[in-house]
């Protein structure tokens, strides 16, 4: 499928995606889940060395629009890439800016 071929609709969400991606925070977010990996928020804030609340808030926003998904197991919630895709996306930007 070519961008041609998109909707207005489907160029509005991956916007909002792409929009959601484009901050470091939630570049390094994305490298920490790339290879389907699966990682609660304690464990996020603490490999970012960034506060609890504000790690929840760049996932809130990824999972918002469309980037994350998350799966409540017990007491935590693991987030994971919505679409394997978007790690394509991630390793992209890591070659470019390299």
Do not use: W
Request: contains cysteine; aromatic residues 4%; proline residues 1%.
């Amino acid at each position: 499928m070519k961008i041609k071929d998109l909707s207005s609709e489907q160029l509005e969400r991956a916007a909002n995606m792409l929009k959601a991606i484009a901050h470091p925070m939630r570049i390094a977010i994305l490298n920490y889940l790339d290879n389907g990996k699966r990682l609660n928020v304690t464990e996020i804030h603490e490999l970012l060395n960034i506060e609890q609340s504000t790690t929840s808030h760049h996932l809130g926003i990824l999972k918002d629009k469309g980037v994350l998904s998350s799966q409540r197991k017990g007491k935590h919630t693991y987030y994971f890439m919505k679409h394997d895709n978007i790690a394509s996306i991630i390793e992209c930007v890591n070659k470019c800016s390299g």
